[in-house]
């Protein structure tokens, strides 16, 4: 029983770790609203908003998350999206 408690402690710290440090990292941005225009995707308005120095898959995923996106990501035209740019 004592295990199991253990277990399910660390499983709950494993889960909550995550959420805090990406709570930290988009506290340290400012952000930009932008329209989704026919044909664009997450990844082309990702790839507006990085440096040679970025991994655009980090930028796509703090779009998603930011965004509340599912895992297909997928956007409307006209849809607004917040997207997180240094300053």
């Given amino acids: 029983m004592r295990t199991l408690f253990i277990l399910s402690l660390v499983l709950a710290l494993l889960t909550i770790t995550p959420l805090a440090s990406s709570s930290a990292f988009f506290g340290s941005f400012s952000y930009e609203t932008v329209y989704v225009k026919p044909g664009d995707t997450v990844w082309k308005i990702a790839a507006n908003y990085i440096?040679?120095?970025d991994d655009i898959r980090e930028k796509v995923f703090a779009?998603?998350?930011?965004n509340k996106l599912n895992n297909n990501a997928q956007v409307y035209p006209g849809q607004a999206l917040k997207v997180p740019v240094s300053r």
């Fill in 63 to 66: 779009i998603r998350q930011l």
């Fill in 51 to 53: 440096t040679d120095k």
